[in-house]
Each structure stands twice: as structure tokens, then as C-alpha cells.
């Protein structure tokens, strides 16, 4: 408890009079380490991994739970994998990235591959918490589509997964936050050049790896508080947001009972 | 049509399921091809315990990193593992509601709050911090162990606290009865039926600690040296990797690949450990269960 309110104190006071509108300027140069592209480059990076790994993460939960039978192998080994690749360090995903994205299919240190290996990494997160969302719609909701003659397809899509939307949401936030922070995996992905990107095969650098180069490099020590500042201040929001969610999915089971 | 429909969508969702064992399947070979070859050529056994890491002179042990990642993890539980499942016995035990919930916030706050912004942290206060009060550069294992300590905790906290949870309360009334105070029951009964999911928390925990890198980086010095002690500094394996990999080519490159896979080996441990404590712990809660009704 202490800690926390420590930890964030300290670079909440720290930070906070280091903020100054130089550092939203459009453009990055030595003289002002404008946060601004990277914030740009953040969102730009976030939106894309969802774009892949949020479809495929509720489709692989929709098959556990929807389509599987207990106890199948696949079902099993699925598990099994989807836990690995929560386990993995993102330093492994980071490198694995650069062999395969960058290197072998010749994507360069790019947008791409640092979203391609992002979004392999917020899969595990999707689908777990999708899984979660779906076993709790009540199975008489399933019924009740079966009864009036929806079929499989149409029940998951109209009834399942809208009943399920906020236990989805919250996942997908949660991964939100674990992009945001993530620096380990996109140094040699994504790479660290601090510009808006032209194209998605151009070098970006997002919030927390722009901080990790600031307060590597020394010299920004100020920059790199306000950095922290602002990065701190979307993973709070972020966290209210996921848990505000969660609850709102546990008064519903509860009113149910 | 509809028929149709139907298996087309069942296909593409179990494509989609599959897609996990695709990826990690993928890692394993993409990560083992590029490493094994490198292990091979510096010699696996001169590679993993060669105690001198000089790629300028080719020579590459990594026995000093592995030890480097060993005691700062080590360290790190020392100072996570007592303080996280106290606090996971405070709020399973000893805390009103009101706390709890806005416990719960805050250990999930932790647990969101980026590395680096843990590692800056350590960076401006701890590094500081141990140089004035021990000597030395400050940039040491100690901060490090400090720093991981902390990071470790949510996992800790996040798993041991439901598992306490899970006990049946006739433990806790029964252990009453025969005339144990709360603390006692709680430390002597509880704990004790709660131990494999406490220990699960631990190992993920360990897990954590090791992969970590950005923030040990900042704080550890990174000297690739045999570790001297707590207040001199220390390389782990993910900081190897992530400091030398930007400029490194060749059979240095390739020492550097097979740095992850004796890393990702390291996890894979970890990980089907956590998963056989888990599935005992499931299987006792299932039992308990099934006896209470």
C-alpha cells in the first residue's frame, strides 16, 4: 500500500511541474523531446494489434466455450499454449519479433511488426477474459435462441456475445494497458525513431520505450518525469475504466442470482 | 446454405483457437533455430558456464548473467514473497470490506503500472537511495532485488488472496473450537490448507522476476562480470539481450538468441510448474467442495 502511494506520489510531484506545452509540439528535435509522436505513435500501435488479436482472441474463446467438447485435445493443448504464451517475457516476444517479422518476412523495424508482435502477445489476455465472459452468460439465454429457432451461428453472435460485451470490453482494456507499457518487445520491433509515422512500415517509438530512451540517454531527466507523468495517468484511467466494467458485469450475475 | 454457414463458422473458430498453438509453436522454432546453431558453434557446455561474456574476443559465457538473473529474482522474493502474502492474509482475513475493495484497486493499479515507469523510479529514488546509505555506485543487485520486490507483488497478491479465500470456513471454525485464536487459526490452519495456491502465486512470481528486463536494466549497472555481491552490479540474461542486441551481429548475435533460449527454457519450467500446483490446488478446492455438499 505504502509503495504504491509512494511510487506514484513521487512521480506524480516529480512530474507534474515538468509538464509543459513544449512537449505536445507536433515535431521532435533535440532541443524540445516533444512526448507528442510518441503518444501518436501509442495510440497508432494499440489500435492495430486490437485490430488483430481482438477478432481472433473472442473467436478462439467462442470455439472453447461455444463449440468445444470438454475434454477435447484441442481444447487442451489450446490451454496449455495460450498459458505458455502468457508466461513468455516480452524481451522473448521482443526477439522473436525481430527473427520473424522483421527479418524473415521483411517487414523491417516497423509499425507492423511491432503491432504483429503486440497483438501475439494480448492474445493469451483476450482470450482468457472472453472465456470468462462467455461461461458466465446463463445457458437458459442459449436456450431460449435454440428455442425459437436461431441456429448455432446466430445465437453466439446475437445473444452470446452481446450478453458477454462487457466482460470482453474489460479484457480488451486490460490489454490496452499492457501495450501502452510494454517497452521490452518493441525496441527491436517497432524501433525507437521518435517521428509520426508516413506509413506502417515506417520506425516508431511509443510512450514507454520514448521514456526508456530519455532516461537512458540522461539528459531529459525532467522529460522523462513528465513522460512518466502522462503515462501513468492513461494506465490509471485505464485501470478505472477495466474495473469500473468488471464490476458492472458482477452486479448483473449477482442480480441474477 | 445455412448448413454451410454453420461448419464455415465452426472452421473458422477453431482456426481461431488454434492460432495460440500456431504462435507459440512458431516462437519455439523461430527462437531454437536461430539459438541452437550459435550454442553449438560456441560449444553448450563452454556456453552456459564460460564465466568471462567478451564478444569483441568471441568469447561468450553466459554462466555469469544466469547467475546475475538467479540472485536478483532470488532477491526479489526475499523481499516480495513475506510482504505479498501478508498483505494477501491482511485482506483475505483481517481487513474490513472497505479496505479490501480499495486494496483490490490498488494492487491492480501496481500491477498496470508500466516497467519502465519501475524502472525510472528505481532509477531516481532507490539507485540514490542505496548509494547514500551503503557506498558504492548504487546501481546495484540490491536496488534491483528492491525494485523486482515491489513488481512482484500484484502477482502475489492477485493469486495468493483468492486461494486463501478458497479454504472452507469449518477449517477456520473448527480450528476456533479446539480454542486457537484468530491470528492462530489463520497462520496455523489457513495458510497452511491454502499452500499450493500461495506457492502457485510464488512461482509465477519467480517467473516475473526473471523475464523482467527493462526495469532491471536501469537500476542493476549491468556489468557482465561474475556478480561480486549485493551492492556491486550485475547483468541478468533479458538485460543481456536487450542492451547488446541493437548493434550486435554475427556469432555475438547468435549468443545473444541463445541467451532467450536458455531464458525461455528457464520459463517453460516455471510455467508447467505453476500449471501442476494450480491444478492441485483446483483439484483440492474441487474436493472440499464436493465434501461440503
Same mark, same amino acid.
Given at each position: 500500500?505504502?509503495?504504491?502511494?509512494?511510487?506514484?506520489?513521487?512521480?506524480?510531484?516529480?512530474?507534474?511541474?515538468?509538464?509543459?506545452?513544449?512537449?505536445?509540439?507536433?515535431?521532435?528535435?533535440?532541443?524540445?523531446?516533444?512526448?507528442?509522436?510518441?503518444?501518436?505513435?501509442?495510440?497508432?500501435?494499440?489500435?492495430?494489434?486490437?485490430?488483430?488479436?481482438?477478432?481472433?482472441?473472442?473467436?478462439?474463446?467462442?470455439?472453447?466455450?461455444?463449440?468445444?467438447?470438454?475434454?477435447?485435445?484441442?481444447?487442451?493443448?489450446?490451454?496449455?499454449?495460450?498459458?505458455?504464451?502468457?508466461?513468455?517475457?516480452?524481451?522473448?516476444?521482443?526477439?522473436?519479433?525481430?527473427?520473424?517479422?522483421?527479418?524473415?518476412?521483411?517487414?523491417?523495424?516497423?509499425?507492423?511488426?511491432?503491432?504483429?508482435?503486440?497483438?501475439?502477445?494480448?492474445?493469451?489476455?483476450?482470450?482468457?477474459?472472453?472465456?470468462?465472459?462467455?461461461?458466465?452468460?446463463?445457458?437458459?439465454?442459449?436456450?431460449?435462441?435454440?428455442?425459437?429457432?436461431?441456429?448455432?451461428?446466430?445465437?453466439?453472435?446475437?445473444?452470446?456475445?452481446?450478453?458477454?460485451?462487457?466482460?470482453?470490453?474489460?479484457?480488451?482494456?486490460?490489454?490496452?494497458?499492457?501495450?501502452?507499457?510494454?517497452?521490452?518487445?518493441?525496441?527491436?520491433?517497432?524501433?525507437?525513431?521518435?517521428?509520426?509515422?508516413?506509413?506502417?512500415?515506417?520506425?516508431?517509438?511509443?510512450?514507454?520505450?520514448?521514456?526508456?530512451?530519455?532516461?537512458?540517454?540522461?539528459?531529459?531527466?525532467?522529460?522523462?518525469?513528465?513522460?512518466?507523468?502522462?503515462?501513468?495517468?492513461?494506465?490509471?484511467?485505464?485501470?478505472?475504466?477495466?474495473?469500473?466494467?468488471?464490476?458492472?458485469?458482477?452486479?448483473?450475475?449477482?442480480?441474477?442470482? | 446454405?445455412?448448413?454451410?454457414?454453420?461448419?464455415?463458422?465452426? &472452421?473458422?473458430?477453431?482456426?481461431?483457437?488454434?492460432?495460440?498453438?500456431?504462435?507459440?509453436?512458431?516462437?519455439?522454432?523461430?527462437?531454437?533455430?536461430?539459438? &541452437?546453431?550459435?550454442?553449438?558453434?560456441?560449444?553448450?557446455?563452454?556456453?552456459?558456464?564460460?564465466?568471462?561474456?567478451?564478444?569483441?574476443?568471441?568469447?561468450?559465457?553466459?554462466?555469469?548473467?544466469?547467475?546475475?538473473?538467479?540472485?536478483?529474482?532470488?532477491?526479489?522474493?526475499?523481499?516480495?514473497?513475506?510482504?505479498?502474502?501478508?498483505?494477501?492474509?491482511?485482506?483475505?482475513?483481517?481487513?474490513?470490506?472497505?479496505?479490501?475493495?480499495?486494496?483490490?484497486?490498488?494492487?491492480?493499479?501496481?500491477?498496470?503500472?508500466?516497467?519502465?515507469?519501475?524502472?525510472?523510479?528505481?532509477?531516481?529514488?532507490?539507485?540514490?537511495?542505496?548509494?547514500?546509505?551503503?557506498?558504492?555506485?548504487?546501481?546495484?543487485?540490491?536496488?534491483?532485488?528492491?525494485?523486482?520486490?515491489?513488481? &512482484?507483488?500484484?502477482?502475489?497478491?492477485?493469486?495468493?488472496?483468492?486461494?486463501?479465500?478458497?479454504?472452507?470456513?469449518?477449517?477456520?471454525?473448527?480450528?476456533?473450537?479446539?480454542?486457537?485464536?484468530?491470528?492462530?487459526?489463520?497462520?496455523?490452519?489457513?495458510?497452511?490448507?491454502?499452500?499450493?495456491?500461495?506457492?502457485?502465486?510464488?512461482?509465477?512470481?519467480?517467473?516475473?522476476?526473471?523475464?523482467?528486463?527493462?526495469?532491471?536494466?536501469?537500476?542493476?549497472?549491468?556489468?557482465?562480470?561474475?556478480?561480486?555481491?549485493?551492492?556491486?552490479?550485475?547483468?541478468?540474461?533479458?538485460?543481456?539481450?536487450?542492451?547488446?542486441?541493437?548493434?550486435?551481429?554475427?556469432?555475438?548475435?547468435?549468443?545473444?538468441?541463445?541467451?532467450?533460449?536458455?531464458?525461455?527454457?528457464?520459463?517453460?519450467?516455471?510455467?508447467?510448474?505453476?500449471?501442476?500446483?494450480?491444478?492441485?490446488?483446483?483439484?483440492?478446492?474441487?474436493?472440499?467442495?464436493?465434501?461440503?455438499?
Amino acid at each position: 500500500m505504502l509503495i504504491l502511494v509512494s511510487v506514484v506520489g513521487y512521480i506524480l510531484v516529480m512530474g507534474i511541474p515538468n509538464i509543459s506545452p513544449d512537449l505536445f509540439k507536433w515535431r521532435y528535435t533535440t532541443e524540445n523531446v516533444s512526448l507528442l509522436p510518441a503518444l501518436v505513435n501509442t495510440i497508432l500501435i494499440t489500435f492495430i494489434s486490437l485490430l488483430l488479436a481482438v477478432p481472433l482472441g473472442i473467436f478462439a474463446a467462442v470455439y472453447l466455450v461455444e463449440y468445444a467438447r470438454k475434454g477435447n485435445i484441442i481444447v487442451k493443448l489450446v490451454r496449455i499454449t495460450a498459458e505458455t504464451l502468457s508466461g513468455i517475457p516480452s524481451i522473448i516476444y521482443g526477439l522473436f519479433g525481430m527473427l520473424f517479422f522483421v527479418t524473415t518476412m521483411g517487414f523491417r523495424m516497423s509499425l507492423l511488426s511491432g503491432a504483429l508482435t503486440l497483438s501475439i502477445m494480448i492474445l493469451p489476455i483476450i482470450m482468457r477474459t472472453t472465456e470468462e465472459a462467455l461461461i458466465a452468460v446463463p445457458a437458459e439465454y442459449r436456450e431460449g435462441s435454440f428455442g425459437l429457432g436461431a441456429g448455432k451461428l446466430r445465437t453466439v453472435f446475437k445473444v452470446v456475445l452481446p450478453s458477454a460485451i462487457h466482460g470482453i470490453l474489460a479484457g480488451i482494456i486490460l490489454s490496452i494497458g499492457r501495450i501502452v507499457g510494454e517497452t521490452a518487445a518493441l525496441i527491436y520491433t517497432a524501433g525507437t525513431v521518435a517521428e509520426i509515422p508516413g506509413s506502417l512500415f515506417d520506425s516508431t517509438r511509443t510512450l514507454s520505450v520514448h521514456m526508456y530512451t530519455l532516461s537512458s540517454e540522461a539528459l531529459y531527466i525532467k522529460q522523462a518525469y513528465a513522460t512518466a507523468v502522462v503515462l501513468l495517468v492513461i494506465v490509471i484511467g485505464i485501470n478505472s475504466l477495466s474495473a469500473y466494467l468488471a464490476k458492472k458485469i458482477g452486479r448483473r450475475t449477482y442480480e441474477k442470482d | 446454405m445455412r448448413k454451410f454457414k454453420e461448419t464455415g463458422a465452426k &472452421i473458422t473458430f477453431m482456426l481461431a483457437a488454434c492460432f495460440s498453438i500456431f504462435a507459440v509453436a512458431l516462437i519455439c522454432v523461430f527462437l531454437f533455430a536461430n539459438g &541452437i546453431p550459435g550454442m553449438r558453434k560456441i560449444g553448450v557446455l563452454k556456453f552456459l558456464t564460460g564465466t568471462e561474456w567478451k564478444p569483441g574476443n568471441n568469447i561468450y559465457g553466459i554462466f555469469p548473467m544466469i547467475l546475475g538473473s538467479i540472485y536478483v529474482t532470488a532477491g526479489a522474493l526475499i523481499i516480495g514473497v513475506p510482504t505479498g502474502i501478508m498483505t494477501a492474509i491482511f485482506m483475505s482475513k483481517f481487513a474490513s470490506k472497505r479496505i479490501v475493495g480499495f486494496m483490490k484497486q490498488a494492487v491492480a493499479l501496481l500491477a498496470g503500472i508500466p516497467s519502465v515507469v519501475y524502472g525510472f523510479f528505481g532509477l531516481v529514488v532507490v539507485v540514490p537511495l542505496v548509494r547514500n546509505m551503503f557506498g558504492g555506485s548504487g546501481t546495484s543487485i540490491l536496488s534491483a532485488c528492491i525494485i523486482l520486490g515491489i513488481m &512482484i507483488l500484484p502477482t502475489i497478491i492477485s493469486i495468493s488472496e483468492p486461494a486463501l479465500n478458497a479454504v472452507p470456513q469449518s477449517y477456520y471454525e473448527g480450528a476456533l473450537a479446539l480454542g486457537a485464536t484468530h491470528e492462530r487459526a489463520v497462520f496455523r490452519v489457513i495458510l497452511p490448507a491454502a499452500k499450493s495456491g500461495v506457492i502457485a502465486s510464488v512461482v509465477l512470481g519467480v517467473g516475473r522476476a526473471i523475464g523482467e528486463a527493462m526495469a532491471v536494466m536501469m537500476v542493476a549497472g549491468n556489468h557482465a562480470r561474475m556478480p561480486k555481491g549485493l551492492l556491486h552490479g550485475a547483468r541478468t540474461m533479458t538485460s543481456n539481450i536487450v542492451m547488446e542486441m541493437g548493434y550486435a551481429a554475427d556469432l555475438h548475435r547468435e549468443a545473444l538468441i541463445a541467451t532467450a533460449v536458455v531464458l525461455f527454457i528457464f520459463i517453460l519450467i516455471i510455467n508447467l510448474l505453476f500449471s501442476a500446483l494450480k491444478g492441485r490446488s483446483e483439484l483440492l478446492y474441487h474436493v472440499e467442495k464436493k465434501r461440503q455438499l
